[in-house]
T-cell receptor, first 116, second 117 residues
């Protein structure tokens, strides 16, 4: 069943505009992630976040920023999009078992961004 | 540096046969976790199976099993009695070590599986 919800599923915009993608999970997980999947299907971690810690992949440009109001929500903001930002952005969540991350991710359906 | 490598871009098999997808990884951790995920044509990504490095037994879930060869840093996915609905892209993934990584995964490039009737 779908338990990680992303909106919008599609967005077309022009270079220089600001874009935001929203993500909500109803699984009660404490950690959320944003992954970028490019046209070759390569999946790359962008951000890892729980209510205490944010880890940013060093390759992520500064125009990208995560925003969270609580542990069930992790949004992604792109301040000024570039053509290379065209991709599918996937939100995921995970949980710990006995204090350790299981590595089992639950993904949303993805948000496809097209930058003209 | 690439941590997870899947060299097979695409594999085609006849329905009801067995297929093996390869994956090799790099890590300095003494304890680590390996995963396989499936992405369907709709884009949905689902967890399939997991192998803990300290376990000698190969993991098995339904018609998915793993061929874990630790000395070779290899974790192959075996699908027996393939079905049409197994057609998808399969990703191998490795979890970073403990502590500050927050359990994030690094994925391979994926292998497209096509099951032919």
């Amino acid at each position: 069943e779908t338990a990680v919800f992303q909106t919008p599923n599609y967005h077309v915009t022009q270079v220089g505009n600001e874009v935001s993608f929203n993500c909500k999970q109803t699984l009660g997980h404490d950690t959320m992630y944003w992954y970028k999947q490019d046209s070759k299907k390569l999946l790359k971690i962008m951000f890892s976040y729980n209510n205490k810690q944010l880890i940013v992949n060093e390759t992520v440009p500064r125009r990208f920023s995560p925003q969270s109001s609580d542990k069930a929500h992790l949004n992604l903001r792109i301040k000024s999009v570039e053509p290379e930002d065209s991709a599918v952005y996937l939100c995921a969540s995970s949980y710990r078992l006995g204090g350790r991350y299981t590595g089992q991710l639950y993904f949303g359906e993805g948000s496809k961004l097209t930058v003209l | 540096a690439q941590k997870v490598t899947q060299t097979q871009t695409s594999i085609s098999v006849v329905e009801k046969t067995t297929v093996t997808m390869d994956c090799v990884y790099e890590t300095r951790d003494s304890s680590y976790f390996l995963f396989w995920y499936k992405q369907t044509a709709s884009g949905e990504i689902v967890f399939l199976i997991r192998q803990d490095s300290y376990k000698k037994e190969n993991a098995t879930v339904g018609h998915y099993s793993l061929n874990f060869q630790k000395p070779k840093s290899s974790i192959g996915l075996i699908i027996t009695a393939t079905q049409i609905e197994d057609s998808a892209v399969y990703f191998c993934a490795m979890r970073e070590g403990e502590g500050s990584a927050l359990g994030r995964l690094h994925f391979g490039a994926g292998t497209q599986l096509i099951v032919i009737p």
